[in-house]
């Protein structure tokens, strides 16, 4: 089970890194059906960065949301303990946010990381995955004796 995260404010050149690489995983987007491209980039606590991003399904309900894959490709390679993601699209007024399901990944594994919210000029939104997804379930609760 994953460790509850301690978010600690990173320091701008961490913060740029990790806007570059999800401005960078964007581009790599498979949205023929959406046009929405969406990239991610995942700090871990020990400094590696995971990117990943949206990949859409003539199916639908098979897509899924570059935050997810980021996520998933740092777990498959034994990563659990997760610092920041930020996330990035091609919205000009309004801050990228991840939908419903990402956030209930996210929270698998801690609710006190940091979420950055891009625009494509460069500005950001910081908040933690708890402010995202407020009294949410999470692994602890399946420890919980009714």
């Given at each position: 089970?994953?460790?509850?995260?301690?978010?600690?404010?990173?320091?701008?050149?961490?913060?740029?890194?990790?806007?570059?690489?999800?401005?960078?995983?964007?581009?790599?987007?498979?949205?023929?059906?959406?046009?929405?491209?969406?990239?991610?980039?995942?700090?871990?606590?020990?400094?590696?960065?995971?990117?990943?991003?949206?990949?859409?399904?003539?199916?639908?309900?098979?897509?899924?949301c570059a935050e997810r894959t980021a996520i998933q490709k740092?777990?498959?390679?034994?990563?659990?303990?997760?610092?920041?993601?930020?996330?990035?699209?091609?919205?000009?007024?309004?801050?990228?946010?991840?939908?419903?399901?990402?956030?209930?990944?996210?929270?698998?594994?801690?609710?006190?990381?940091?979420?950055?919210?891009?625009?494509?000029?460069?500005?950001?939104?910081?908040?933690?995955?708890?402010?995202?997804?407020?009294?949410?379930?999470?692994?602890?609760?399946?420890?919980?004796?009714?």
């Amino acid at each position: 089970m994953a460790q509850e995260c301690s978010a600690g404010a990173l320091e701008l050149q961490q913060v740029q890194r990790l806007l570059l690489s999800c401005q960078e995983a964007k581009k790599a987007a498979y949205c023929p059906y959406s046009h929405f491209p969406v990239g991610a980039a995942l700090l871990t606590q020990d400094g590696k960065i995971f990117s990943g991003c949206n990949v859409e399904n003539a199916c639908y309900p098979l897509g899924i949301c570059a935050e997810r894959t980021a996520i998933q490709k740092a777990v498959s390679e034994g990563y659990k303990d997760f610092r920041a993601i930020a996330i990035a699209s091609d919205m000009q007024d309004d801050f990228i946010s991840p939908c419903g399901a990402c956030r209930q990944v996210m929270r698998e594994f801690g609710c006190t990381w940091t979420v950055y919210m891009t625009k494509p000029d460069g500005t950001y939104l910081r908040k933690t995955v708890q402010e995202l997804l407020p009294l949410s379930f999470g692994p602890e609760n399946l420890q919980k004796t009714p």
